[in-house]
């Protein structure tokens, strides 16, 4: 079993403040660092409970209430689920925005909320391999191969035409609501960017912010977590490319210290989900951020089965995104009694860390969609357009 480094234990965090008193069974070190196995799980307790404000967003009502179909072929075009609205019936960024700080200003010392945009990657050629020959078909046939029948499935396939149009999809809307809403004068942009170290991930972000966010003088760094990955093992699209050569392609990401440049985790065996290793390692994902980041607005841009289990760790029902969809959720942290006096949360960061003036920004302008081929079969696809994003 090979010892795989993940960054710096929380303890040598520098926005981390940890008091140590005589009782604790882990005095010289509160919050033991990360030994990894096979499958990123760390010996590391957890430090939080989680749970999630559901008043917010309809993607947070249960299952009877909201339809996952429903809300991914309607309402995500829209507001994004956001379900506070001004007397003149547009959705109230403002109002939510301060819901949130009201509820960090009236939180206990051991609590904090933040917001989470949960992003799922746009179409991959993985993707396309099950609409076009069925999940089952992938999993006995097709996963396990590098290419079939002209689809490069990995290692770490970049999107798709499809996949590009539907991440541009994502800009659109954010355009939509930055220059209709008042979204950014509120102050509901992300404040901090992560991502999974995947292309198909990274290139969704990019097409999704370059324009907005991402070619500012100022932009913001994304910190690539290597525990954001999909499920590992098995299936080449799920193996990941040298770090080297993707950070040429895309220069605006920070790798985590201790990151190896090639996939040293990807196994033969896949990875399974319902055994918890997927849980334990998005929880420390999850745990790190509430410890390490003042920020509330946190994008978060990475894959189905990742999401998933964030949702799970949180609490959240698990929605099922389709591809290049995004989510926000309002996550509230509660430190586990053993780490209540040995933890403190970092100073809280308000406002937008970078220059953003969307009055005076050409890239506000929404981008035309490249022409999606049709599929294989010559079958002819019927194009909707709904608020930036592709219906077919």
């Known amino acids: 079993m090979s010892t795989v480094p993940n960054g710096p234990a929380p303890a040598e965090v520098a926005d981390v403040e940890l008091i140590l008193d005589g009782n604790h069974e882990h005095d010289h070190e509160p919050i033991p660092g990360k030994k990894y196995g ?20 309809i993607q947070s009502l249960p299952e009877y209430l909201v339809d996952e179909n429903e809300f991914n072929a309607h309402y995500f075009s829209k507001n994004f689920g956001l379900m506070l609205y001004t007397d003149d019936d547009k959705p109230d960024w403002k109002a939510f925005v301060d819901k949130v700080n009201e509820l960090n200003d009236n939180a206990e010392p051991d609590e904090r909320y933040k917001v989470f945009y949960l992003a799922r990657h746009g179409q991959g050629p993985h993707n396309e391999a099950i609409e076009l020959y069925t999940h089952a078909v992938w999993e006995e046939k097709i996963g396990m191969r590098k290419e079939y029948k002209g689809l490069k499935l990995g290692p770490d396939p970049d999107l798709t035409e499809k996949g590009k149009n539907e991440a541009i999809s994502i800009g659109n809307i954010w355009k939509t609501q930055l220059q209709h809403h008042s979204l950014f004068e509120a102050g509901a942009l992300p404040q901090k960017f992560y991502a999974s170290p995947f292309t198909r991930a990274l290139r969704t972000l990019e097409l999704t912010w370059q324009d907005i966010v991402l070619d500012l003088p100022d932009a913001p760094r994304v910190k690539i977590r290597e525990n954001l990955r999909e499920t590992i093992g098995y299936h080449w699209c799920d193996k990941r490319g040298v770090m080297t050569e993707v950070k040429e392609v895309f220069p605006w990401i920070v790798l985590e210290e201790g ?19 997927m849980d334990n390692r998005l929880r420390e994902v999850i745990d790190d951020i509430f410890m390490e980041d003042g920020e509330t607005f946190i994008s978060i841009t990475a894959h189905s089965g990742c999401l998933r289990c964030v949702m799970r760790v949180v609490g959240h029902r698990l929605f099922r995104l389709e591809t290049s969809r995004m989510i926000p959720i309002v996550v509230k942290a509660k430190l586990l009694p053993e780490f209540k006096d040995k933890v403190k949360f970092p100073e809280r960061v308000i406002g937008i860390p970078y220059n953003y003036t969307p009055k005076n920004y050409e890239s506000l302008k929404r981008k035309e969609f490249d022409g999606t081929p049709p599929p294989t079969d010559g079958t002819k696809k019927v194009h909707v357009q709904i608020d930036g994003v592709d219906k077919h």
Do not use: A
């Open 38 to 57: 096979p499958y990123l799980v760390s010996d590391r307790r957890p430090i939080f409970q989680y749970s999630v404000v559901r008043n917010l967003f």
């Open 259 to 277: 990151m190896h440049d090639e996939d040293k985790i990807w196994t033969e065996t896949r990875e399974d989900e319902l055994c918890g290793s």
